[in-house]
């Protein structure tokens, strides 16, 4: 049982333009309303989400002393590791009770791109890391971009007008460890409510216990996805871009009872960013008499920036 809408890929990518409608209208519905759904019949294998599992766990099995040895604070944690604690919600003191790591985009030398993103950091101990995170980037980029097409349509504007935005854009694959509590947090819990910043988050993991999202009326629902679907949510930069008509839900991962307290949480999401240059202006087919202009006008890059000094990772 899940309290989130489940939308099938398979309906989209269908040849009969009735399935096709059925997901525009099933995912524009949820995401008007709750904001999340549970996707299936992505571009993930199963072997490739095992493994990458596989070496993310072995990754923070190391010691703290190494994976600091990742840690590139001057460039706000945007590539490599972020140790425990570091990263807080926005307008919370309390950092969240997680780590994790960032894979970030990489660009084809001939793809005639002027955005100069910086590089990976490569893990010397675990010769298949990047490798397997940057092809699950890669599954993830193109089930996002898809998603992307369907919410073109349900908005009324044309299908592919996300492709550029998102192709090549400043994507984020973060493997996060939320490790064993080993005495009272107070007031930190794993991940402290939050918007996502970006367009949309693709999240593997979610068949583990702890997420939650927040629904209109303020109650918080267990979010829980079947094994093979991916939890794929509204970020910031969309609800501004739709003027409000899409919703980024507010969501966190609460802290296990005490009797689990010495379990860890895997989880990992895709944080879909565009293009830094991308106007997030409000769409003029999302303004009317009714539903005024809502927010300033803003790029993505100017919008990613102050919502990383916002919550810790970068000083003004
Ligand atoms: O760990 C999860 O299930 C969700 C994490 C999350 O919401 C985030 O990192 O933005
Ligand atoms: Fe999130």
């Not at 926005?90 to 994790?100: Q, V």
């Not at 890391?129 to 089930?143: H, P, Q, V, W």
């Not at 073109?152 to 973060?174: K, M, T, V």
């Not at 094994?227 to 970020?235: Q, R």
């Amino acid at each position: 049982m899940t309290n989130i809408p489940s939308v099938d890929l398979a309906d989209f990518l269908s040849d009969d333009p009735s399935r096709k409608q059925k997901f525009i209208n099933e995912i524009g519905n949820a995401y008007e309303e709750i904001g999340f759904v549970a996707l299936k019949n992505h571009f993930l294998s199963d072997e490739l989400v095992d493994n990458l599992y596989g070496e993310v766990e072995k990754f923070f099995q190391l010691p703290t002393e190494t994976k600091k040895g990742y840690e590139r604070e001057e460039i706000g944690g945007q590539r490599g590791y972020v140790s425990f604690g570091k990263e807080h919600a926005k307008g919370k003191k309390e950092g969240d009770l997680k780590e994790f790591w960032h894979f970030g985009q990489e660009v084809a030398p001939d793809a005639n791109i002027e955005e100069d993103y910086p590089e990976n950091v490569i893990v010397k101990e675990l010769p298949d890391f990047n490798k397997t995170g940057m092809e699950a980037y890669r599954m993830l980029e193109k089930t996002g971009i898809y998603v992307l097409r369907a919410l073109a349509l349900h908005i009324g504007i044309d299908e592919h007008y996300f492709d550029h935005w998102a192709s090549n854009g400043n994507s984020i694959l973060r493997p996060i460890h939320y490790p064993p509590i080993t005495s009272e947090p107070d007031n930190a819990v794993r991940a402290g409510a939050h918007g996502d910043i970006n367009l949309i988050t693709l999240l593997m993991g979610a068949s583990a216990p702890g997420l939650q999202v927040q629904r209109r009326d303020g109650e918080w629902l267990d979010a829980i996805a079947q094994e093979d679907e991916l939890v794929i949510n509204v970020g910031d930069m969309l609800q501004r871009h739709t003027n409000n008509k899409l919703r980024s839900t507010i969501h966190r991962v609460v802290n296990p009872p005490r009797e689990l307290w010495h379990t860890s949480r895997y989880s990992i999401p895709f944080f879909l960013h565009p293009r830094s240059d991308m106007k997030l202006n409000c769409l003029d087919e999302c303004i009317d008499e009714n539903n005024p202009k809502q927010y300033d006008n803003i790029t993505a890059g100017e919008f990613l920036h102050q919502r990383l000094v916002e919550i810790g990772l970068i000083k003004k």
